[in-house]
Structure formats: structure tokens, C-alpha cells
């Protein structure tokens, strides 16, 4: 090509894929690909540089290199190509790996810009030239190279600058932007030492962000195919949060690929990357069969292999902190234990469960390691003592504490600034009891064996009397098996005797045949509405062989009218709610309860008096509990299931349900 005129470099595709190569990469991808120009380019020192505008955002970012340039006579060539880079033929250059392949590595620049320009000096036969090249974001199927001209410098290279920014690029600008550059050229730059990259004034320095490195050679690893590729890893331990993957590079440690760890690899306090390398890869990358690595049955082979080989090093590993860690403590004499030359089978487990947990807390807690001996002793002392009494309990409890995301221990940091943790398990234990008693309860009740055998007084009456919540949730027991009249006892004990009634404390409360009443349940609200006034709830039980028909609701609504009729009922201060429950309703009771223009169950109500009568089944209390629980329960992720309720009954009601019964009824759906 001749050098007398300036030249327009035409690139046959089309407007939208080359838009697509241009802005489907992140900031850090973009400026890695020119880095990896550069060195590609035979450069020993490559620097990127951020420069900023009035505002402090970003003006320029520049990427210099001391490589060869590019070639005046080739600019043709390396430009106007698409899909056939030198670099794809050759695959080294001056005895180094090459990273570029498809010639679509220019284009990643306009991902940051709409001003790109190359500036670089080559060596003509003798004399150094310079020229520049230029293209625009919105002209992608063209770039412009001047004429090229004597230098006025004799040192080789090309500085990309890349004007016109599309934003101020916090990604490449935050604290991260660096940790991430050297994660991407850790492997290549420790297998050219003396190599040096330079990002926005910090030279990159694998390791000075790590905390350990070791190599491993795996030798040749058998493809499923019956191909044998030699295979080497690089694990490289951070110091700094990164995340977990492994990068599949070349022989060379040029990083082709990317690959997520998952979660196959424990290793908890570990920040880290795998570099795997094999020129296998390179192979495959040609064939562009690494953009889905999971699908290809190459890479799965090699990765099987190399995930044994990761486990083995971070269970050593772990092992090493600990045995480090432990003898630390000894030294320092906050060690719980001491050393002795037999240690029996049981306080050997011990000793393993607390130092798991010792080890982990330390790791978590940073500032930890700063607080006084004498509070870390006690410490560990306190947590040995709670390993021997309850070891299951502790590890379960400390493993999901240091499982906690972030996010997850900022939330529980600012719940105890309002409250304890004691009570935080309270509240979500409560929630957990609610459910089982709920799946326990219809267990007990519709269970054809277990409702049978089910004591109406002496088993169902005593168990609700504590779990009162069931009916409605802000009403404690106020009596049980009670007469109307002591009800009515209890009631004027709390409200205070009306003055205008006179001493008839003694006289029975009669219903309409002048026959007394007794009630199951008297509940008594908790937190009343307004000071002065009182609500109740009378519940009354029936056996689950009892429907719920005319002659019972006679008989719930008579109670009422009692009460109404009283006395000592002060209207204006109370509200008297009756219930009836059972396991079904005939007819009649399914008609009474369902009416028009009121509450299904409600079948009675007087405003004058405050009181209302209610009709209710099983079935229907049970399946309000569950939807007053169902937001706690998503929250929990908590399920009741057959043990969990069995354990329950018999850790709160074993009184009165026996282990029998219990059993019989949750088993039946296990």
C-alpha cells in the first residue's frame, strides 16, 4: 500500500453486527481486549489511563503500549478483516500466547465511546513512522488512516484514545476496577514475569491482592471422545471479595473463558479463582465451542477433573487454617482445652465440633481477633459449654448465622438495635408452634381412628385452654368449665359492680327454661379496645360425632340471651361474642349460617345488647388460623409435616394428648 495518500478501510458487514460487537461487553471486557492488544502487539509495558473532566467524571481513557505498532503497509489488512485475525494463524508472537483470534477486538473499543483513535509508531524498514487511525461509533463499516509521517520519537507502540464517552463508567472507576483487571491477567502476568500493566496509576500486581497461589499439574485428563489433553490449574486465593470462578485459559495462562464455580466447591471463607489451562481450549475456542462450556461434554470432563482437585485443596486447606488457628490460641492460652495425651472418643468429638465453630466465628467476626484475651477466653469457654450440653443445637444455629448474606447481616444488625435476639426466636418460634398446633389439631380431628378416641373434656378442652389463639388472636382463657353465673363472676370482677344493680352476686344466670348454663371456653381479650371496656368470647365444644343443628344453636343462642338478659351485663361497656364449633353442620346450621348481607357463621346479632351469636366448623376455624399464618409462614419458609407436629404435641401437650394418640394421628399422614 502506498504511503503518499490517507486511506479509507472499508469492513464488508453489516451496520447492526458490528453494533452488536460493540456494545454487548461490559466497560472492563472493552478495556481488557485493548490491553490484550497490546501485549498481543509484543508490548512489555501497557498502561491504562483515566482521565477526568472539570466534573470529576471521565473525559478520555487512553491505553498505551510499547509494542511493534502497527504496520502502515498492513492496516488494510488488520482493520478491514472480520473473522480472520493474523493472530488466529499464528498463535504466537515473539514466543508469547495470543489472546485475539477473530479480529473483533477494535470494536469492542466504541463500547466505551464514539471517538476512537489509534496512535502509533512502527519501524519502516529503519525509520520510524507515525500515523493515526480513526473511526466513529456511528460509522462502524469504515475506519480513516492518515498518511504516515517520520516520528518524532524512535519509541515503538500504539495509545488508543477513546473521546465522547457514553457515561462516567462507575464500574471502571470504583474500588473494584483494579482487583478485577488482575484477576482477568493474573495468569498470564505470573507466567511472564516481566511483563508490567498499569491501570489509572496502580501497576497490577497479582500479588499483592493474594493471599495464596500453588500450582497444580493434573497431567493427561481423559475426554470422554478417548482423547488425552494435558491439564494444569493455577489456584489463586484472594485477599479481597471476588467471586468464584474458573477461568479456562490457554497453556500460557491467556484467559479465554469464564465459568462460574457453583456451589459443588464449599471452601467458606475462601475468596478465589481456578485457572485452568490447556491449549485444548484454545482449540475449542476456535470452533467457538466455549460460549456454551456447559453444554460441551470437552469442558465438563476437564472441569470433573478439576473440581476433585479444587475439594482436596481447600478441605487441606482448611485443615492447615485450623491446625494454624487453634495452635495460635494455645499460645495465647484462651483454649478452652487442655492438652493431654489420651482424649476419649467423646471429648474428642467435642473438641472437633468446637473447633469448626471457634474457627468460623473468628473468620466472621473481624474484629474478633482485636478484642481482649480475657473476653475471647470467656468466649470460648461459654460456646465449649453449650458444644457438651447441646452440640447439634449449636452447629445448626452457628452454621446458619455464618451462612447469612450480607444484606441478611445488615437486617439482623438492625433488628437488634430494637430488640433482642432471644425475642426475634421467640417471635419465630411462636409462629412455628401455631402451624404444627393448626396441622396437629386437623390431624386429631378429622382422623377417622383418632376423633373416635379423642376425649371432648378431658384432651380437646385442656389443650385449646392454652392455645386460645385458635378462635381469635388477641383472646387469652378467662375460665373453663365454668357455670354462667362464675363466668359472669369473673366479668364483674374485672368491670366492677354496676351501682344500680343490687347484691345478686349469688343469683344463678337462668335461660329461658330456667335451666343454668355452663360454658368450655371463656376468653377474655387480651389488650383491651378503650379503657373501661371488656370484650369476651364463650366457646362451646362439641364432641366431633355432634353436627352442628337446630337444637345446638338453640342451646349457643340461649346462653346469649342470658347473659343479655342479666343484670349484671353492662351493654354499653361489653361485647359478648358466642361460638359454637364442631366437625359439620346439618342442613338447617349450613342455611342459619350462611344469610344474606352478614358473615357466613354469624347467626345471631343484637347491637342493644352487644352480642352476637356464631356458628362455626372445624374445618372453617383451622383454615382461618392457616391464613393468619400464611404471610409468617412464606417468611419462615417453615412447613409443618408429621414429625415436626408429633414433637410438638408431645413437648407442649403431652398432658393431655398421649404419645399414643399423638402418634396415631400425625402418622396417618406421614
Given at each position: 500500500?502506498?504511503?503518499?495518500?490517507?486511506?479509507?478501510?472499508?469492513?464488508?458487514?453489516?451496520?447492526?453486527?458490528?453494533?452488536?460487537?460493540?456494545?454487548?461487553?461490559?466497560?472492563?471486557?472493552?478495556?481488557?481486549?485493548?490491553?490484550?492488544?497490546?501485549?498481543?502487539?509484543?508490548?512489555?509495558?501497557?498502561?491504562?489511563?483515566?482521565?477526568?473532566?472539570?466534573?470529576?467524571?471521565?473525559?478520555?481513557?487512553?491505553?498505551?503500549?510499547?509494542?511493534?505498532?502497527?504496520?502502515?503497509?498492513?492496516?488494510?489488512?488488520?482493520?478491514?478483516?472480520?473473522?480472520?485475525?493474523?493472530?488466529?494463524?499464528?498463535?504466537?508472537?515473539?514466543?508469547?500466547?495470543?489472546?485475539?483470534?477473530?479480529?473483533?477486538?477494535?470494536?469492542?473499543?466504541?463500547?466505551?465511546?464514539e471517538s476512537v483513535e489509534w496512535r502509533t509508531t512502527y519501524l519502516d524498514g529503519k525509520a520510524f513512522k507515525s500515523y493515526t487511525i480513526t473511526g466513529r461509533a456511528s460509522q462502524l463499516t469504515g475506519f480513516q488512516a492518515s498518511l504516515p509521517t517520520a516520528s518524532e520519537t524512535s519509541i515503538l507502540g500504539t495509545e488508543?484514545?477513546?473521546?465522547?464517552?457514553?457515561?462516567?463508567?462507575?464500574?471502571?472507576?470504583?474500588?473494584?476496577?483494579?482487583?478485577?483487571?488482575?484477576?482477568?491477567?493474573?495468569?498470564?502476568?505470573?507466567?511472564?514475569?516481566?511483563?508490567?500493566?498499569?491501570?489509572?496509576?496502580?501497576?497490577?500486581?497479582?500479588?499483592?491482592?493474594?493471599?495464596?497461589?500453588?500450582?497444580?499439574?493434573?497431567?493427561?485428563?481423559?475426554?470422554?471422545?478417548?482423547?488425552?489433553?494435558?491439564?494444569?490449574?493455577?489456584?489463586?486465593?484472594?485477599?479481597?471479595?471476588?467471586?468464584?470462578?474458573?477461568?479456562?485459559?490457554?497453556?500460557?495462562?491467556?484467559?479465554?473463558?469464564?465459568?462460574?464455580?457453583?456451589?459443588?466447591?464449599?471452601?467458606?471463607?475462601?475468596?478465589?479463582?481456578?485457572?485452568?489451562?490447556?491449549?485444548?481450549?484454545?482449540?475449542?475456542?476456535?470452533?467457538?465451542?466455549?460460549?456454551?462450556?456447559?453444554?460441551?461434554?470437552?469442558?465438563?470432563?476437564?472441569?470433573?477433573?478439576?473440581?476433585?482437585?479444587?475439594?482436596?485443596?481447600?478441605?487441606?486447606?482448611?485443615?492447615?487454617?485450623?491446625?494454624?488457628?487453634?495452635?495460635?490460641?494455645?499460645?495465647?492460652?484462651?483454649?478452652?482445652?487442655?492438652?493431654?495425651?489420651?482424649?476419649?472418643?467423646?471429648?474428642?468429638?467435642?473438641?472437633?465440633?468446637?473447633?469448626?465453630?471457634?474457627?468460623?466465628?473468628?473468620?466472621?467476626?473481624?474484629?474478633?481477633?482485636?478484642?481482649?484475651?480475657?473476653?475471647?477466653?470467656?468466649?470460648?469457654?461459654?460456646?465449649?459449654?453449650?458444644?457438651?450440653?447441646?452440640?447439634?443445637?449449636?452447629?445448626?444455629?452457628?452454621?446458619?448465622?455464618?451462612?447469612?448474606?450480607?444484606?441478611?447481616?445488615?437486617?439482623?444488625?438492625?433488628l437488634l438495635q430494637k430488640t433482642t435476639l432471644s425475642k426475634i426466636i421467640t417471635s419465630a418460634k411462636i409462629v412455628a408452634d401455631r402451624l404444627n398446633l393448626v396441622e396437629a389439631l386437623s390431624d386429631l380431628l378429622f382422623n377417622k381412628e383418632t376423633k373416635k378416641r379423642l376425649l371432648e373434656r378431658d384432651q380437646l378442652?385442656?389443650?385449646?385452654?392454652?392455645?386460645?389463639?385458635?378462635?381469635?388472636?388477641?383472646?387469652?382463657?378467662?375460665?373453663?368449665?365454668?357455670?354462667?353465673?362464675?363466668?359472669?363472676?369473673?366479668?364483674?370482677?374485672?368491670?366492677?359492680?354496676?351501682?344500680?344493680?343490687?347484691?345478686?352476686?349469688?343469683?344463678?344466670?337462668?335461660?329461658?327454661?330456667?335451666?343454668?348454663?355452663?360454658?368450655?371456653?371463656?376468653?377474655?381479650?387480651?389488650?383491651?379496645?378503650?379503657?373501661?371496656?371488656?370484650?369476651?368470647?364463650?366457646?362451646?365444644?362439641?364432641?366431633?360425632?355432634?353436627?352442628?343443628?337446630?337444637?345446638?344453636?338453640?342451646?349457643?343462642?340461649?346462653?346469649?340471651?342470658?347473659?343479655?338478659?342479666?343484670?349484671?351485663?353492662?351493654?354499653?361497656?361489653?361485647?359478648?361474642?358466642?361460638?359454637?364449633?364442631?366437625?359439620?353442620?346439618?342442613?338447617?346450621?349450613?342455611?342459619?349460617?350462611?344469610?344474606?348481607?352478614?358473615?357466613?357463621?354469624?347467626?345471631?346479632?343484637?347491637?342493644?345488647?352487644?352480642?352476637?351469636?356464631?356458628?362455626?366448623?372445624?374445618?372453617?376455624?383451622?383454615?382461618?388460623?392457616?391464613?393468619?399464618?400464611?404471610?409468617?409462614?412464606?417468611?419462615?419458609?417453615?412447613?409443618?409435616?408429621?414429625?415436626?407436629?408429633?414433637?410438638?404435641?408431645?413437648?407442649?401437650?403431652?398432658?393431655?394428648?398421649?404419645?399414643?394418640?399423638?402418634?396415631?394421628?400425625?402418622?396417618?399422614?406421614?
Open positions: 500500500m502506498a504511503d503518499n495518500q490517507s486511506t479509507n478501510i472499508k469492513i464488508e458487514a453489516k451496520h447492526d453486527f458490528l453494533k452488536s460487537l460493540a456494545s454487548n461487553v461490559t466497560p472492563i471486557a472493552a478495556v481488557s481486549e485493548l490491553i490484550w492488544n497490546g501485549f498481543d502487539a509484543g508490548a512489555q509495558h501497557v498502561k491504562v489511563i483515566l482521565e477526568p473532566n472539570e466534573l470529576n467524571g471521565l473525559h478520555a481513557i487512553r491505553v498505551s503500549d510499547d509494542g511493534d505498532g502497527i504496520d502502515r503497509s498492513n492496516v488494510g489488512k488488520l482493520f478491514g478483516g472480520l473473522g480472520d485475525s493474523w493472530k488466529a494463524k499464528s498463535h504466537r508472537y515473539k514466543g508469547r500466547t495470543l489472546h485475539g483470534k477473530n479480529g473483533k477486538g477494535r470494536f469492542r473499543a466504541f463500547a466505551l465511546g488508543v484514545v477513546i473521546e465522547n464517552l457514553e457515561s462516567n463508567f462507575p464500574s471502571l472507576t470504583n474500588d473494584s476496577a483494579s482487583l478485577e483487571i488482575t484477576k482477568q491477567f493474573a495468569a498470564y502476568l505470573t507466567e511472564s514475569p516481566g511483563l508490567t500493566l498499569y491501570f489509572d496509576g496502580t501497576k497490577i500486581d497479582p500479588a499483592s491482592v493474594q493471599s495464596y497461589k500453588e500450582d497444580f499439574h493434573l497431567g493427561d485428563v481423559v475426554l470422554q471422545s478417548g482423547k488425552r489433553v494435558p491439564v494444569s490449574i493455577t489456584i489463586i486465593e484472594w485477599t479481597v471479595q471476588t467471586d468464584r470462578v474458573f477461568e479456562l485459559c490457554d497453556k500460557a495462562g491467556v484467559s479465554l473463558h469464564e465459568v462460574v464455580v457453583g456451589p459443588q466447591i464449599k471452601a467458606p471463607g475462601y475468596n478465589f479463582t481456578v485457572y485452568v489451562k490447556s491449549d485444548h481450549f484454545r482449540d475449542l475456542d476456535k470452533e467457538n465451542s466455549l460460549a456454551l462450556p456447559d453444554l460441551n461434554q470437552d469442558v465438563s470432563d476437564i472441569l470433573a477433573a478439576v473440581k476433585l482437585k479444587v475439594k482436596e485443596h481447600f478441605r487441606r486447606r482448611t485443615l492447615q487454617h485450623r491446625s494454624e488457628t487453634i495452635q495460635r490460641w494455645k499460645d495465647e492460652k484462651i483454649y478452652p482445652y487442655e492438652d493431654k495425651i489420651e482424649v476419649n472418643a467423646s471429648e474428642q468429638i467435642e473438641r472437633q465440633v468446637f473447633d469448626i465453630l471457634a474457627v468460623n466465628v473468628e473468620d466472621h467476626l473481624p474484629s474478633f481477633d482485636e478484642a481482649p484475651a480475657k473476653s475471647r477466653k470467656f468466649t470460648f469457654r461459654l460456646l465449649a459449654q453449650a458444644i457438651r450440653e447441646n452440640p447439634d443445637s449449636v452447629r445448626t444455629i452457628m452454621d446458619e448465622v455464618l451462612n447469612l448474606k450480607k444484606d441478611e447481616q445488615d437486617d439482623l444488625a438492625t378442652h385442656k389443650t385449646l385452654e392454652v392455645e386460645s389463639w385458635i378462635f381469635k388472636e388477641d383472646f387469652n382463657l378467662a375460665g373453663s368449665e365454668k357455670t354462667l353465673e362464675d363466668a359472669l363472676a369473673i366479668y364483674i370482677g374485672k368491670l366492677g359492680k354496676r351501682e344500680d344493680v343490687g347484691d345478686v352476686s349469688d343469683d344463678p344466670v337462668l335461660r329461658e327454661d330456667d335451666k343454668g348454663g355452663r360454658i368450655d371456653l371463656m376468653l377474655a381479650r387480651s389488650i383491651q379496645p378503650t379503657q373501661g371496656s371488656h370484650e369476651y368470647l364463650v366457646v362451646e365444644l362439641k364432641r366431633p360425632s355432634q353436627k352442628i343443628n337446630s337444637e345446638v344453636l338453640a342451646q349457643i343462642e340461649s346462653y346469649a340471651i342470658a347473659v343479655a338478659k342479666d343484670n349484671r351485663f353492662h351493654q354499653k361497656r361489653s361485647r359478648w361474642t358466642f361460638m359454637v364449633v364442631g366437625n359439620e353442620m346439618d342442613e338447617y346450621a349450613q342455611l342459619k349460617t350462611r344469610q344474606k348481607n352478614r358473615p357466613d357463621g354469624l347467626v345471631f346479632d343484637n347491637d342493644e345488647y352487644n352480642i352476637s351469636v356464631w356458628a362455626k366448623t372445624w374445618s372453617e376455624i383451622l383454615n382461618d388460623a392457616r391464613a393468619r399464618l400464611s404471610f409468617f409462614s412464606q417468611q419462615l419458609d417453615y412447613q409443618a409435616d408429621s414429625d415436626s407436629e408429633l414433637e410438638y404435641l408431645k413437648r407442649a401437650h403431652a398432658k393431655y394428648i398421649p404419645d399414643e394418640l399423638a402418634e396415631m394421628a400425625t402418622g396417618a399422614r406421614a
